[in-house]
């Protein structure tokens, strides 16, 4: 009897995997996402390092595209998924 107790109690108990479960609104984001860090980038690296679009604009894309859109991309839910 003492052993039945030892297995059980040495089991691990079994969790549920965590399930991500993305929709198609959802790779849009990301992809709109991508688009703008990649605006970004190319325009840091357009004009001299004084320019408007290397110290203003790129910042503000890759800013928006970095932490707005990718979280935004992995957290969005759609009003369907929240009631089930």
């Known amino acids: 009897m003492n ?3 030892d ?3 040495t089991k691990a ?4 995997p965590i ?3 993305f929709t198609a609104r959802n790779y849009q984001i990301f992809g709109l996402a991508v688009l703008i860090i990649i605006l970004g980038y190319v325009s840091l ?3 001299p390092a004084d320019s408007f679009w290397s110290l203003t604009f790129a ?3 890759l800013a928006i ?3 707005i ?3 935004l991309a992995i957290f969005w839910r759609s009003k369907k998924a929240k009631n089930t």
């Open 3 to 5: 052993k039945k107790q």
């Open 19 to 21: 399930f991500i479960d």
């Open 7 to 9: 297995k059980k109690t």
């Open 13 to 16: 108990k079994k969790q549920k």
């Open 59 to 61: 910042p503000i894309l």
């Open 65 to 67: 595209g970095y932490c």
């Open 69 to 71: 859109l990718v979280p």
């Open 45 to 47: 690296s357009k004009g």
